[in-house]
């Protein structure tokens, strides 16, 4: 997972080839902490169809009111520079998966 800060180019995000997911956490938060090697692993799986990006909340704050990440940990889908969901609270593989594929058109068509 690349991660980003306030000083990244929100560009980047806009101009992403493939779809994104993005992890919002805290250093101090054990949930977040937690859903690390999850997503580590998922991106493993599907690091070809979509990016994955982590952005830590305390030098993230722009990113985040973008957003409109209120709680952590957050993940978000982003396709063609829009957030198309959003999730709250930590979750299995199984969960995070269900929930890409739900999310991401282009996921769909590979079940």
Same mark, same amino acid.
């Given at each position: 997972?690349?991660?980003?800060?306030?000083?990244?180019?929100?560009?980047?995000?806009?101009?992403?080839?493939?779809?994104?997911?993005?992890?919002?956490?805290?250093?101090?938060?054990?949930?977040?902490?937690?859903?690390?090697?999850?997503?580590?692993? %998922?991106?493993?799986?599907?690091?070809?169809?979509?990016?994955?990006?982590?952005?830590?909340?305390?030098?993230?704050?722009?990113?985040?009111?973008?957003?409109?990440?209120?709680?952590?940990?957050?993940?978000?889908?982003?396709?063609?520079?829009?957030? %198309?969901?959003?999730?709250?609270?930590?979750?299995?593989?199984?969960?995070?998966?269900?929930?890409?594929?739900?999310?991401?058109?282009?996921?769909?068509?590979?079940?």
């Amino acid at each position: 997972m690349k991660a980003i800060t306030d000083t990244s180019l929100v560009s980047e995000l806009e101009s992403a080839k493939l779809p994104i997911v993005m992890k919002f956490e805290a250093k101090w938060c054990q949930p977040c902490k937690a859903m690390t090697p999850i997503l580590l692993d %998922i991106e493993k799986e599907y690091g070809n169809r979509v990016q994955f990006f982590t952005a830590n909340v305390e030098h993230c704050n722009l990113i985040a009111q973008r957003y409109q990440v209120t709680q952590i940990p957050a993940i978000i889908a982003i396709d063609k520079g829009i957030m %198309i969901a959003k999730r709250h609270g930590s979750a299995s593989k199984a969960e995070i998966v269900q929930w890409m594929v739900q999310s991401v058109p282009s996921l769909r068509n590979d079940r």
